[in-house]
T-cell receptor, first 119, second 114 residues
Framework: NAGVTQTPKFRILKIGQSMTLQCTQDMNHNYMYWYRQDPGMGLKLIYYSVGAGITDKGEVPNGYNVSRSTTEDFPLRLELAAPSQTSVYFC??????????????????FGPGTRLTVL | AQSVTQPDIHITVSEGASLELRCNYSYGATPYLFWYVQSPGQGLQLLLKYFSGDTLVQGIKGFEAEFKRSQSSFNLRKPSVHWSDAAEYFCAVGPMDSNYQLIWGAGTKLIIKP
């Protein structure tokens, strides 16, 4: 049971390049999340998904896209990288039996993060 | 606006000493409250959470936290720290509004002196 895995661990991009951050979980969790962590700041939610085929914006979605074609995978796409997207990115997942808004407050399981630098 | 404040960016304690990490929140009603820990090179892990009831909450790894409504605080404590407790600790709140997404503090980095 690997939990939540993220690839790559590190990446340097040039301005305007695109890339996809991969996230996979093997716990059959229905909820998945993408956060960014900037120095001296708390985690900011980028996008989240409550199940395959369903995604929604978080607090800071601009410049990012996501998809959720399977329960296991939740990739995050950066189309035109900008220096403001330099950050550490975390993927997380959680499980809710009943669903509903408060399901977001079930324990979230995090991946080890991807450190992205845009130059 | 809702916010979470962890006033200490770094805290250094000696191994075996007691620990208290502070967390204050700004919110009109009592939110759900969480502490997560991030060990070096790892993702975040839930230590404990408060939803309602007893204001003293026990968590994993010997940690506890106390909710004080009058002070809008949810401080994390441990009576005796171990070198393996060196990590970054994040407080988060879950507001009871239409967003239902966690609001995170900036984190406190705990350094353990041998």
């Amino acid at each position: 049971n690997a939990g939540v895995t993220q690839t790559p661990k590190f990446r340097i991009l040039k301005i305007g390049q695109s890339m996809t951050l991969q996230c996979t979980q093997d716990m059959n969790h229905n909820y998945m999340y993408w956060y960014r962590q900037d120095p001296g700041m708390g985690l900011k939610l980028i996008y989240y998904s409550v199940g395959a085929g369903i995604t929604d914006k978080g607090e800071v979605p601009n410049g990012y896209n996501v998809s959720r074609s399977t329960t296991e995978d939740f990739p995050l796409r950066l189309e035109l990288a900008a220096p403001s997207q330099t950050s550490v990115y975390f993927c997380a997942s959680s499980y809710s039996l009943a669903g509903g808004h408060l399901s977001s407050y079930n324990e979230q399981f995090f991946g080890p993060g991807t450190r992205l630098t845009v130059l | 606006a809702q916010s979470v404040t962890q006033p200490d960016i770094h805290i250094t304690v000696s191994e075996g000493a007691s620990l208290e990490l502070r967390c204050n929140y700004s919110y009109g009603a009592t939110p759900y409250l969480f502490w997560y820990v991030q060990s070096p090179g790892q993702g975040l892990q839930l230590l404990l959470k408060y939803f309602s009831g007893d204001t003293l909450v026990q968590g994993i790894k010997g940690f506890e936290a106390e909710f004080k409504r009058s002070q809008s605080s949810f401080n994390l404590r441990k009576p005796s720290v171990h070198w393996s407790d060196a990590a970054e600790y994040f407080c988060a709140v879950g507001p009871m509004d239409s967003n239902y997404q966690l609001i995170w503090g900036a984190g406190t980095k705990l350094i353990i002196k041998p």
